[in-house]
């Protein structure tokens, strides 16, 4: 399978652990995106990065957030001090030069803050 | 932040019957892209339109790009069962650059009845 991986696909943790998620891309990728969906809405952005630099972070949702992608390959999303608010659906995509070129999203992973 | 207003917010129809949904903004968007997303998945892409006024089928489904840049249709066809999920229409801004991601509509949820 060589579509976007993403793992857990499901974590439940107690409000005020720390959690991380990761993202595996299609690997001829350069771009890769963070977004958080929530019940009943369409996904949100949060961040974005080309190869291993971090573009784009200014729509992360708190200083809570944080994302790498230190060698351009897999990115990582933690999130601290988890509050139940953070309960959400995290989705990665990825991409070859934009939009023009295989935005594909993977699986996601389902936070349930308790 | 921007909103894409996705109408309607669902539909119950008959196997067999066409559907039609759209997206409209008071912004101006480059690219628009619609998705179809089922329960515990990410999204996943149907049609992308690149240029005002362009007219794209895949299949049963026919979208267009408005002449403003500031509305998309989706039509489907002949409903037939595996088209039931939520569908999102989704679109980057013009002034993006690529780093902005997406913007989604809140989607549209289709229902078909037996």
Known sequence: ?114 | GQQLNQSPQSMFIQEGEDVSMNCTSSSIFNTWLWYKQDPGEGPVLLIALYKAGELTSNGRLTAQFGITRKDSFLNISASIPSDVGIYFCAGQLRSGGGADGLTFGKGTHLIIQP
Not at chain 1, 3 to 13: A, C
Not at chain 1, 16 to 39: A, K, M
Not at chain 1, 84 to 90: F, K, V
């Open chain 1, 1 to 114: 399978d060589t579509g976007v991986s993403q793992n857990p696909r499901h974590k439940i943790t107690k409000r005020g652990q720390n959690v991380t998620f990761r993202c595996d891309p299609i690997s001829e990728h350069n771009r890769l995106y963070w977004y958080r969906q929530t019940l009943g809405q369409g996904p949100e952005f949060l961040t974005y990065f080309q190869n291993e630099a971090q573009l784009e972070k200014s729509r992360l949702l708190s200083d809570r957030f944080s994302a790498e992608r230190p060698k351009g390959s897999f990115s990582t999303l933690e999130i601290q001090r988890t509050e139940q608010g953070d309960s959400a659906m995290y989705l990665c995509a990825s991409s070859l030069g934009g939009l023009l070129y295989g935005y594909t999203f993977g699986s996601g992973t389902r936070l349930t803050v308790v």
